[in-house]
């Protein structure tokens, strides 16, 4: 009798599968192409001579304007396209491969498969927030801005920003699975991208309606009321994010259960 | 003519449709809801709406849009019609001007809806004169119809070259974001060449929200349709050159 193991392939092994995958697909460098754009966008305000030679005045406020105006509103554009084409593109190697029966055979259910999907994205996401939230601070001191980086602001919501990614590619990773035009998942992300964009001008309770709309939700700063500063700090909004996860949370793994149910 | 019906039949059952429904009715939602919260500070006037209707429908949602479709329409020959199109009778430079004529009819449905869906949300939702929609404002969405062909001529061929649906979407994506710097930092060069820049240049003609966006006349136009009209000639040949010397399958 062979003393070989017979036992299931484990997340580990899923998840380099799918790093083999990607590296087929490109995807490195369809999220180069985005980190690019996002930076060009997130820092135009740099170009500017005027807003250069006022960058450590008080009232300009560089590093709260810089996350509110530059890399919020390019993120709430550009992550709803990236995340339908980042699923879209991770997902129909599987329709077209009839990769869901074969992975199914060793025990990895669609469902499964795509949360080793997102785990798989999931160090992708966090290094393009990384490096892109360092590139905007880099580029900043060398326009000569010498105020100190408010730091607890920028951490929040860079993490603000992975959350929010991961949470809209899980819901794409769903749709694509159980849709296989890919029609749909591009028009739902440009649908992302206009309400993303716009829960940025809506009033506080429009952001909390929509997936999207949680980067303008988990923003760390407003408009001033009274007019003393441009912007104000507000405490961390804890709970909107807190309501994010929990409900996020709860529709992923209810996707899960479902997609492990249906025949794809 | 027999392919110009092939593609009609097509687009009768085409979801590309839904796209274009969704992104003018948004841009028209969108854009009438900061209107409206913004009543204070905008002046209110049919050319304010629509100027915040269309900033970012012209400068970014409308060439994805236009992506997208151009992905739907040659969709359909990858998946397996490739050889019987070129076994037929049609040649190359039919079947792409009919692909081409076919994407310019759903951005000009497109167009038509979003004039549409300005006068029905300024007459229904603000207090703007139903009868005083001026002129201009249809004169502008053909303006930008025009700027948009050659951005259809473009994403046709990368959409026929490419089987991936993503991929000549994301390659948009960088046209736009390219458009956009050379919009905003008037690089004279770019911005006659690069078609998302054309469009967007053709979008914010004669907007009160965008300063120095130029005039909605012949001097404001013509820098914007001639480039337009010659790039898409270069891509119609190309498409065609390219159908008849490669197997696109």
């Known amino acids: 009798m062979s003393g070989r193991s017979t036992s299931l392939p484990g997340f580990g092994k899923a998840v380099r599968l799918e790093y083999a995958k990607m590296r087929r697909l490109r995807t490195s460098l369809v999220l180069g192409a985005v980190l690019l754009a996002t930076i060009l966008f ?7 001579a005027d807003h250069r030679a006022r960058i450590n005045e008080p009232n ?20 709803p396209l990236l995340a339908a084409v980042l699923a879209s593109r991770q997902v129909d190697i599987e329709h077209h491969g009839n990769g869901w029966l074969r992975t199914s055979m060793f025990g990895v259910t669609p469902g499964r498969l795509c949360t080793v999907k997102l785990l798989a994205l999931m160090p992708l996401v966090v290094l393009s927030t990384v490096v892109e939230m360092s590139v905007l601070v880099l580029a900043s001191r060398a326009a000569g801005a010498t105020t100190p980086l408010p730091w607890v602001q920028w951490l929040w919501y860079g993490a603000v920003v992975v959350i929010v990614t991961l949470g809209v590619v899980g819901l794409h990773l769903w749709l694509a ?3 296989e035009s890919q029609l749909v998942g591009l028009g739902v992300g440009v649908l992302g991208g206009f309400l993303g964009f716009f829960s940025m001008l809506m009033p506080p309770w429009f952001a909390h309606l929509t997936p999207w709309g949680y980067l303008a939700a988990g923003l760390p700063y407003q408009l001033s009321p009274t007019g003393d500063a441009p912007l104000i700090a507000i405490p961390l909004p804890w709970g ?16 899960r259960v479902r997609l492990d149910r249906v025949e794809i | 003519m027999n392919v110009w019906k092939a593609e009609l039949i097509k687009l009768r059952r085409a979801s590309a449709w839904v796209v274009v429904l969704v992104v003018p009715v948004l841009a028209v939602v969108m854009g009438t809801a900061n209107f409206i919260l913004n009543a204070g500070v905008l002046t209110q006037s049919w050319a304010s709406l629509w100027g915040q209707i269309t900033l970012f429908y012209g400068l970014f949602f409308l060439s994805l849009g236009v992506a997208t479709l151009c992905s739907a329409l040659w969709r359909v020959e990858h ?12 040649r190359a430079s039919s079947i792409v001007t009919a692909k081409l004529g076919a994407g310019f009819l759903l951005v000009a449905a497109m167009q038509v809806l979003l004039v549409l869906g300005t006068w029905l949300a300024g007459s229904l939702a ?10 201009s404002i249809w004169g502008s969405a053909v303006v930008t119809l025009m700027a948009a062909t050659a951005v259809v001529a473009l994403q046709s061929l990368l959409s026929m070259v490419w089987k991936s649906f993503t991929a000549p979407v994301a390659v948009c994506f960088l ?4 458009g956009i710097g050379a919009f905003y930092g008037d690089i004279a ?9 054309l469009l967007a240049r053709a979008a914010t003609l004669g907007s009160v929200t965008v300063g120095d966006s130029g005039a909605l006349n012949l001097s404001g136009t013509l820098p914007i349709i001639l480039p337009s009209l010659v790039l898409t000639g270069l891509c119609i040949a190309l498409s065609t050159a390219v159908l008849q010397r490669r197997d696109v399958a």
């Open chain 1, 240 to 255: 909107s994010m807190a309501l994010f996860c929990c409900v996020m949370l709860g529709v992923l793994a209810l996707a």
């Open chain 2, 189 to 197: 060069g770019l911005k006659t060449v690069i078609p998302q820049a």
């Open chain 1, 42 to 48: 997130g820092t135009m305000q740099l170009f500017d």
């Open chain 2, 175 to 178: 046209g736009v974001v390219a």
């Open chain 1, 60 to 79: 300009t406020m560089h590093w709260e304007f810089l996350l509110l105006t530059g890399y919020s509103s390019t993120k709430a554009l550009f992550m």
């Open chain 2, 79 to 90: 998946r397996g019609v490739w050889p019987r199109l070129m076994a037929g009778p049609a």
């Open chain 1, 177 to 179: 699975a159980r849709v």
């Open chain 2, 126 to 135: 603000t207090d703007l004169d139903p009868w005083a929609l001026p002129w």
